[in-house]
């Protein structure tokens, strides 16, 4: 999912260049600084809506349904990041905001999900290191993003072997230069499209069945499959354990601050401040992009 949301930063310069390049200018155009910002963080902003709202909603309606939502609603507006249209520039950009918006509001709901899941499947011994290994994957998805669009760079100038700016300013931008991007944007969709299957054949988590559900029966059943292990359903304990006062607290009490406030604040301080420096580094001027003539440059 990181591949879907990340590889819009190296796709900035080439945006400017195609959209925003004046025929008498003796430089490339370059995306102005409010709409670089704008195209560069809306899917953030995105994210946090829908981290909010699906984590929200999974908590009503089960982690596996909403799951294969936030799927959806990735491939789809994947794809149509791809397709955005316009008379102008503006037009382009700003159906480009729109879209990326509704992308992060997907990968905003798969985030919370994904550690979710994995930690009502994982046992206490082994939580933290799946969890770790579900936000590793970030970074994998970053590093696939740029050899995509190195792979498709390479095979425009393979194709087209269009000039330098220097050389010919017109010509170092034929037409076919616009599919670039596009094409980048909507691969993103494949991998995300490609565990639907899988997602959509994992049962419920167990912990969600039995304790929010309250159908104990169903999570021993569910867990017995997964681990190809006869597991015997404990209603009583189960009911006891979902009526315990000890666990009758909700998010803004004392009690949930006593337990986990430490634990809260420490992700949330961690993940804002990375968002901060990566959303400041995407927008900053000195990103590194991959320009129409093959060159690296800054």
Known sequence: MPMICFCISLLTKL????????????????LPINIAA?????????????????????DKMGRKKVYGITLVLMVATSIASG??????AKGVMTTLCFFRFWLGFGVGGDYPLSATIMSE??????????????????????????????????GFESKFKPPTWNEDPVASMPPESDYIWRIVLMFGALPAALTYY?????????????LVAKNAKQAA??????????????????????????????????????KYGIRLIGTLVHGFLLDIAFTVKTCSKRTF???????TSR
Request: net charge positive.
């Open 15 to 30: 945006l400017g260049r195609l959209y925003y390049t004046d025929p008498g200018s003796t430089r490339p155009g370059a």
């Open 38 to 58: 704008a195209v560069s963080g809306v899917a953030l902003c995105g994210t946090l809506a829908g981290q909010l709202f699906f984590g929200w909603l999974g």
């Open 83 to 88: 397709l955005s249209f316009g008379s102008s």
């Open 121 to 154: 499947y994982a046992n206490k011994k082994t939580r933290g290191s799946f969890i770790a290994a579900v936000f590793a994957m970030q970074g994998m998805g970053i590093l696939a993003g740029g050899i995509v669009s190195l792979i498709v760079s390479a």
């Open 198 to 210: 899988w997602r959509m054949q994992m049962p419920e988590t167990a912990r969600y069945t039995a």
């Open 221 to 258: 059943a569910d867990m017995s499959r997964v681990l190809k292990v006869n597991i015997e359903a404990e209603e009583e304990r189960v009911e006891h354990i979902a009526k315990s006062e000890q666990n009758q607290f909700g998010l803004f009490t004392r009690e949930f601050a006593r």
């Open 289 to 295: 992009s991959v320009p129409l003539d093959g060159s």
